[in-house]
């Protein structure tokens, strides 16, 4: 296997094939390079600018009743790693605004200010490597062993102690050294290009990220190699190869992803609108205690008798903020289903499962979203128990929650209010999120062995 390796090693770095390929992922690469520099550097300006409008936020609550008043916004952060898996960062909610009182945890979207221009795709590495890769994969491997067949070198060198296992091995070995050499070239230029636009920190983490990456396209180039040199035995005709191997994918690549949204959409009704229907429930919410008789009165009429009907319309209001929150949550797990059936048949490409599996060890794409989506919640429950706990202390507050004008008017340092502050996905977690693409990536890697090696194994040579 060794001496195979070798020569085929040697052929590759010497092929014009391969100096075009290098060349091609060094373009994407590049680009992907100065994409991310401008793009990173445009999110510390909207985070600065963010973060600036939140603390003005934090600072005008001077009393207990303006703070509960308030409405915080809290803010998703990046990773510092969407170069490699931008996991839909521009498509999903990165902003939550929190209130002590009514309403309940609303998401929003802050940093894309055009929502058009979050319909094109964003040449992150996964990007490259799912299509880029891919394809250059084809090229190497379409005449893995008709190229052999066709000049009778095979013939040959299986006439000599040479298994037919460490043959297809020692090609296959081959090609996938030389594609990830010309990625881990490709992908050090991008870490060069973004490390001196200064908007890269070169750590301990991205170096976790930069392996788990390298890792996923390693396993992605492997099944396509596996596929690529299937089909050359099949074929035993290099031509014929090639034209199986563009189109199956075209079809593994682009058609079967392209479907996925539109089977998604006919198969689960969507939610609609989800800031109208808020609103609509926030409005049938009002009407609904308008209609029971329970709206606050003004604080001298109601100290006559206790706050008694402030009270009444405090715990009712503590009601409808938990039916709230599960119309809500139901709401998102309803959109949930469809995006996840659309996820369910993106899979069956093996880029997708490569992408996915990408996205969650590096704690990026859905499950980065809901871990920030429930932290929100959790974070709307500290400020919530953080004001209460200051109001009960005031001997001359009304103790009403969610009614600021019935709360404490006692002055409040800005600087106690709890601060948020997103805590990121543990490995374990990460690794779990991941366990259903990184499985049917080895299984469909498993099957395009199977493919290759029974395929081999039976070709005739003679």
Same mark, same amino acid.
């Given at each position: 296997m060794r001496r195979i390796l070798r020569r085929q090693l040697y052929d590759n770095f010497h092929s014009l094939r391969f100096q075009l390929g290098l060349l091609a992922l060094l373009l994407f690469f590049s680009v992907n390079g100065f994409v991310y520099s401008w793009k990173m550097e445009q999110q510390r300006e909207e985070d600065a600018r963010i973060e600036a409008d939140v603390e003005r936020i934090y600072e005008s609550a001077t009393t207990v009743a303006e703070a509960a008043d308030r409405s915080f916004k809290v803010i998703s952060k990046p990773l510092g790693t969407e170069f490699m898996a931008e996991g839909g960062f521009n498509w999903f909610h990165d902003t939550v605004w929190v209130s002590a009182m009514w309403p309940p945890v609303r998401l929003d979207s802050m940093r894309t200010t055009n929502n058009w221009m979050r319909r094109f795709e964003l040449l992150d590495w996964t990007v490259i490597v799912r299509y880029v890769l891919s394809f250059l994969c084809i090229v190497l491997a379409y005449n893995a062993v008709s190229g052999e067949?066709?000049?009778?070198?095979? %013939?040959?060198?299986?006439?000599?102690? #040479?298994? %037919?296992?460490?043959?297809?091995?020692?090609?296959?070995? *081959?090609?996938? &050294?030389?594609? /990830?050499?010309?990625?881990?070239?490709?992908?050090?230029?991008?870490?060069?290009?973004?490390?001196?636009?200064?908007?890269?920190?070169?750590?301990?983490?991205? *170096?976790?990220?930069?392996?788990?990456?390298?890792?996923?396209?390693?396993?992605?180039?492997?099944?396509?190699?596996?596929?690529? =040199?299937?089909?050359?035995?099949?074929?035993?005709?290099? *031509?014929?190869a090639l034209v199986f191997l563009v189109?199956?994918?075209?079809?593994? #690549?682009? #058609?079967?992803?392209?479907? *996925?949204?539109?089977? &998604?959409?006919?198969?689960?009704?969507?939610?609609?609108?989800?800031?109208?229907?808020?609103?609509?429930? /926030?409005?049938? /919410? /009002?009407?609904?205690?308008?209609?029971?008789?329970?709206?606050?009165?003004?604080?001298?009429? =109601?100290?006559t008798d206790g706050y008694n009907l402030e009270k009444r319309y405090a715990r009712r209001i503590e009601e409808l903020v938990e039916e709230g929150d599960r119309e809500i949550r139901g709401a998102y797990r309803r959109n949930q289903v469809q995006y996840d059936l659309a996820r369910a048949i993106h899979m069956i490409s093996p880029g997708y499962s490569f992408q996915y599996a990408v996205e969650a060890l590096l704690g990026a794409g859905v499950v980065r979203f809901q871990s920030f989506h429930e932290q929100g919640y959790r974070y709307r429950d500290e400020l919530r128990a953080f004001l209460r706990e200051k109001d009960a202390v005031d001997p001359e507050s009304p103790h009403v929650p969610f009614l600021a004008t019935f709360m404490s008017t006692a002055a409040l340092d800005a600087d106690e209010i709890p601060r948020f502050a997103q805590a990121e996905l543990a490995l374990e977690d990460r690794v779990a999120a991941g366990t259903t693409p990184i499985a049917i990536l080895i299984l469909e890697t498993g099957l395009a062995f199977l493919f290759a090696v029974v395929a081999f194994q039976r070709t005739e040579v003679g």
């Open positions: 067949l066709e000049s009778g070198t095979l %013939r040959l060198v299986l006439a000599n102690p #040479v298994s %037919r296992s460490a043959f297809l091995g020692g090609k296959l070995l *081959a090609h996938l &050294a030389t594609l /990830q050499v010309a990625t881990v070239v490709g992908s050090l230029v991008s870490l060069l290009i973004l490390s001196l636009h200064g908007v890269l920190e070169l750590n301990g983490q991205l *170096a976790q990220s930069y392996l788990l990456f390298l890792l996923g396209s390693g396993a992605y180039a492997t099944l396509f190699l596996l596929l690529g =040199a299937g089909i050359s035995v099949l074929t035993r005709n290099s *031509a014929s189109t199956a994918w075209t079809l593994i #690549v682009v #058609v079967i992803p392209q479907t *996925a949204y539109l089977v &998604a959409v006919r198969a689960v009704a969507p939610t609609g609108n989800m800031g109208r229907w808020f609103g609509e429930f /926030q409005r049938e /919410q /009002q009407e609904a205690l308008i209609a029971e008789g329970l709206f606050p009165r003004l604080p001298e009429i =109601a100290a």
